[in-house]
């Protein structure tokens, strides 16, 4: 499991989940298992805990534990997946949204961009569109709204010109062909956070990540039980933002909405003032936890 992924956050977001011995939980993103298996190590023999990825690989990583249900579906099905399994209400709900370091480090599925792979960024590997497909046949408008509502880019319209000129000559399909062609847009100053945002961008795209994350988010408020939690670890500005406004105000505006005499009707009460962030030393053992932040709220 800790070659597939290093748990991030790990004591502090199962920790914020208040565990029950005999409660029902959800782990969103199962991923190497880290925070799964911290789960059921803190329940009883009455408690249950269903994980989620749509990600096959990861069924290796599934303890042999009959409290444990693998769940082989994009979270974003949450709710429909829960009841297929007689489950309508749960104490409590996990995400780390983060990409496993087993997907970054096994370069042929095209996540990084450090070597060569073929140009593909799916979680699900038997369904939906590759990178492939958006850089080869998205117009350049597309492009330059994936680059710069996904990536955060400061000039989406120049490196979507550079993409478009480059597959003119012939089709982007690897992540080697992909840097190339940014290379007339690639600042000289920090190449390598330029290169991080735009295959951000375009693996969010892929796999319609911010659509999802709002579905799941909502759904979450439908299956958690009055006094249930919702725990988040999200990695860039986009996912906090959203999170960030649902546990505020159960919408995606961060508006709380008030009843007649001026009470909130917000869903949930916050359990973290602000973003946990990793400790020193827990960044000095895993590098990549630096840019992640935990929230948490628990449904009134």
């Known amino acids: 499991m800790s070659g597939y992924h290093t748990p991030v956050l790990l004591e502090e977001s199962v920790g914020l989940l208040g565990l029950e011995p005999a409660g029902t939980y959800v782990d969103l993103t199962f991923g190497g298992g880290g925070h799964s298996r911290r789960i ?13 990825d749509q990600d096959r690989d990861t069924r290796a990583n599934c303890p042999e534990d009959p409290r444990f249900h693998y769940v082989e579906s994009n979270f974003r099905f949450l709710r429909g997946a829960l009841r297929l399994r ?47 497909d958006v850089v080869n046949t998205y117009t350049s408008e597309a492009l330059t709204r994936v680059l710069g509502d996904w990536g955060e880019l400061e000039t989406p319209w120049k490196v979507a010109g550079c993409l478009v000129r480059a597959r003119a000559t012939a089709p982007l399909t690897t992540t080697a062909a992909l840097v190339e062609a940014v290379k007339p847009c690639t600042p000289a100053k920090d190449p390598s956070k330029f290169l991080t945002k735009l295959f951000q961008a375009l693996r969010i795209e892929v796999n319609g990540e911010m659509e999802a994350l709002k579905m799941a988010l909502e759904q979450s408020l439908k299956v958690l039980r009055p006094g249930g939690r919702l725990v988040v670890i999200s990695y860039h500005s986009l996912e906090d933002r959203l999170v960030k406004n649902f546990l505020r105000s159960g919408n995606f505006t961060g508006q709380v909405e008030k009843d007649f005499f001026g009470h909130s009707l917000a869903p949930f009460e916050a359990l973290t003032r602000k973003a946990v962030t990793p400790s020193a030393g827990e960044l000095a053992r895993n590098p990549r936890s630096r840019s992640a932040k935990l929230r948490a709220a628990v449904k009134r």
């Open 40 to 52: 059921l190590s803190g329940l009883g023999p009455e408690g249950r805990l269903y994980a989620f």
């Open 86 to 132: 007689g489950v309508t209400e749960v104490d409590g709900i996990l995400a780390d949204l983060g990409v496993s370091s087993h997907h970054f480090d096994d370069l042929e599925r095209g996540f990084s961009f450090r070597g060569e792979a073929p140009l593909d960024m799916r979680m699900n590997q038997r369904a939906g569109i590759t990178a492939a």
